[in-house]
C-alpha cells in the first residue's frame, strides 16, 4: 500500500468496484482472447445483475472490452462507441451460485480472426479484480503481472519443462498455480511473470511435449 | 514492513524528533517505499488536485444520476447561498467545503471523472475541505499537495489497522476515514503541529464513529452524497479544535483500533448490502422496487 493507493486512482464514478473494477475485468477479458472482440455475451452474477444499470457496470464493461481506462471519460457513452467499432453485445443475468462472489461476470468473446474465449471473473473491492475461470478451467488471476496460461496432459515432468523453457527466455516465474480436471487427465497451469512472454517463448512453450495449448495474458493494471 | 501495522503516533514522534512537518517526513517514506523520487510523486498528486478541480466544476452544473435519484443539490445549494440577502449558518469555509463536497459526490453519482480519495463513495470530502481552505485563506496547489500527503499517509493508517471500505468496516471506514484525513489536511496546511493533526483525525473517527453503510438499492447515491457534505464538517470542526490546542483524550491510532472493532462487529446487513439501516425503510424499498423492475 502506497500513497497512491490511498489518494487514487482517477476513474468514472461511481464506484470503485462496480465501475473501475469493471472496467478492468473487460481489459484482462481482451487480453486473454488477445484481439477485441467483433461478439460480446455478457453474463452478471449478484450484485452486478442487480445494480449494474445505476453503477454503469455495463457501459464499464464495454469500455474494458476496447481498451480503455477506468479514467476515460468517454465511459457513460461506451455503448454507442462499442455499435460504433462493430461490436454486437448483449447483456444477460446469471446465477452462478451462493458461492460465487456478488461482483461477477461471464464473458463470451469473439474476435475477428474467429478466437473464441469464456472468461469468468470478479470486482473484489477497490477496483481490484480477479479471474478465476478461462474457458471452464479455474485459474486466478489478477491482472497485475503478464501471464501465460498452459493446458496440458496431467503427466509427470510437464511443470519441469516449461519452467525450463520460461528460464532459457530469462523469464522470472512470480506465481504458479496448477489445476486438474482429473489425475492423468487434463491439467492447466498459470503462471505470473515479471517479464512479458515473447512470441518465441510462446511458440517453444506450444511445442513442449504433452502441452495442448498456451495463451499470453498482458497485465491490465 | 509487509505485517506491520502502520502508526499515525510514530510519524508525528518522527516529525517532532527530526524537528520537520508531517508532510516532509511522509513524503520521504512514501518515495523510499515506492523507489520513486519524490517530485515523481509530487508531480502525480498535482494531476490529482486538477482532477478533483474539474470535479467539483462538473458537479456543480447540477448533473443528475444515471439512475435519477439523485443530483443537482450542490448547484442549488450555491444558488441559494450566492442571492443577495442569504444568510448563512455556517459562515464562508464550511459553505464551500460543503458545497464542494456535494458537487464531487454528485458528480461521481453522473460518471464523473473523480479522485478515488480514499474511495468514490466518500471522495467528495477532501475536495470539499481543501479547495474551500485554498480559497479563502489563501492557500497555493503547492499547501493543498502537502495536505495531500498527510491525508493519504492517515489513510494508510487507517487501511492497515483498519479498513477504508464500507463493505468491511461501513461508513466509519469510508466517509469516516475521508474526513480524518481531510481534517489532518486542513490542520497540517493551516500550520498546525504534527500533534495537533493527530488529535483532530482522533476527533473526526470518535464523531463518526458506528455509521452504518446502507445505501438506497446499493448505489452510491443516497445517502452517500449528503453524507459526504457530513464528513467534510466534521473535518472542519475536528480542525478547528485541534488547532485552537483541544485534545483527543483517544489518542489517534486507539481511535482507528475503536474504528476496527466497531466495524467487525457490524452486522452485514449494514455494510454496503441494502437490507438495512436506510435502505431498508418504506420508502427506499419502493424506490427500489421500481427501479428494479424497470
Known amino acids: ?221 | 514492513m509487509v505485517n506491520d501495522k502502520l502508526s499515525l503516533e510514530k510519524y508525528i514522534e518522527l516529525a517532532q524528533k527530526e524537528n520537520k512537518a508531517l508532510y516532509e517526513v511522509m513524503l520521504a517514506d512514501n518515495a523510499k517505499e515506492m523507489d520513486t523520487a519524490p517530485i515523481a510523486l509530487e508531480a502525480k498528486l498535482q494531476e490529482m488536485l486538477q482532477v478533483m478541480q474539474e470535479s467539483i466544476a462538473f458537479g456543480l452544473t447540477g448533473v443528475k444520476s444515471r439512475s435519477g435519484l439523485t443530483g443537482g443539490s450542490a448547484k442549488a445549494l450555491a444558488e441559494a447561498m450566492a442571492k443577495p440577502k442569504y444568510q448563512s449558518l455556517l459562515g464562508p469555509v464550511a459553505q464551500d467545503a460543503l458545497v464542494y463536497a456535494l458537487a464531487v459526490s454528485e458528480a461521481n453519482a453522473a460518471m464523473g471523472r473523480i479522485v478515488a480519495a480514499p474511495t468514490a463513495g466518500a471522495s467528495g470530502v477532501l475536495p470539499g475541505v481543501l479547495f474551500a481552505l485554498k480559497k479563502h485563506r489563501n492557500l497555493s496547489n503547492i499547501d493543498l499537495q502537502k495536505g495531500l500527503i498527510v491525508a493519504g499517509n492517515i489513510g494508510m493508517v487507517i487501511a492497515s489497522r483498519a479498513s477504508l471500505s464500507g463493505a468491511m468496516g461501513g461508513c466509519q471506514a469510508e466517509c469516516g476515514s475521508a474526513g480524518a484525513m481531510a481534517a489532518g489536511a486542513a490542520v497540517s496546511m493551516l500550520g498546525g503541529t504534527p500533534e495537533q493533526v493527530g488529535h483532530a483525525v482522533a476527533i473526526v473517527l470518535k464523531n463518526m464513529l458506528g455509521l452504518v453503510c446502507d445505501p438506497v438499492a446499493g448505489l452510491v447515491e443516497v445517502p452517500c452524497i449528503k453524507r459526504n457534505g457530513g464528513s467534510a464538517m466534521q473535518a472542519l470542526l475536528a480542525a478547528e479544535m485541534a488547532l485552537a490546542g483541544i485534545k483527543s483524550f483517544i489518542p489517534a491510532d486507539e481511535a482507528i483500533d475503536a474504528m476496527k472493532e466497531v466495524g467487525d462487529k457490524m452486522p452485514c446487513a449494514l455494510r454496503e448490502t441494502a437490507d438495512g439501516g436506510l435502505a431498508h425503510t418504506p420508502t427506499a424499498l419502493a424506490w427500489a422496487k421500481r427501479y428494479f423492475s424497470k
Open chain 1, 1 to 221: 500500500m502506497n500513497l497512491l493507493d490511498v489518494i487514487g486512482p482517477v476513474m468514472i464514478g461511481p464506484s470503485s468496484s462496480h465501475t473501475a473494477g469493471a472496467v478492468r475485468l473487460g481489459l484482462l477479458a481482451i487480453s486473454i482472447l488477445g484481439e477485441q472482440p467483433v461478439k460480446a455475451d455478457i453474463a452478471l452474477h449478484g450484485s452486478f445483475a442487480r445494480t449494474y444499470r445505476g453503477h454503469g457496470t455495463d457501459m464499464a464493461l464495454l469500455a474494458g472490452l476496447m481498451g480503455w481506462m477506468p479514467d476515460d471519460a468517454r465511459i457513460p457513452e461506451a455503448d454507442i462507441y462499442a455499435e460504433q467499432n462493430g461490436i454486437q453485445y448483449n447483456f444477460s443475468t446469471i446465477d452462478l451460485g451462493e458461492l460465487t462472489h456478488p461482483n461477477t461476470v461471464r464473458f463470451q468473446l469473439e474476435g475477428a480472426s474467429g478466437k473464441t474465449c469464456t472468461v469468468t471473473g470478479s470486482s473484489i473491492g477497490g477496483g481490484q479484480v480477479r479471474v478465476t475461470e478461462i474457458d471452464d478451467f479455474p485459474v486466478e488471476l489478477n491482472g497485475a503481472l503478464p501471464g501465460v496460461l498452459i493446458v496440458h496432459k496431467d503427466r509427470p515432468g510437464v511443470i519441469a519443462l516449461v519452467s525450463g523453457k520460461l528460464s532459457e527466455y530469462k523469464i522470472n516465474i512470480a506465481g504458479m498455480r496448477v489445476f486438474r480436471t482429473n489425475k492423468g487427465g487434463s491439467a492447466t497451469m498459470i503462471i505470473e511473470c515479471d517479464q512479458t512472454v515473447p512470441e518465441e517463448a510462446i511458440k517453444a512453450l506450444k511445442e513442449t511435449k504433452n502441452v495442448e495449448s498456451v495463451r499470453f495474458i498482458n497485465k491490465v493494471l
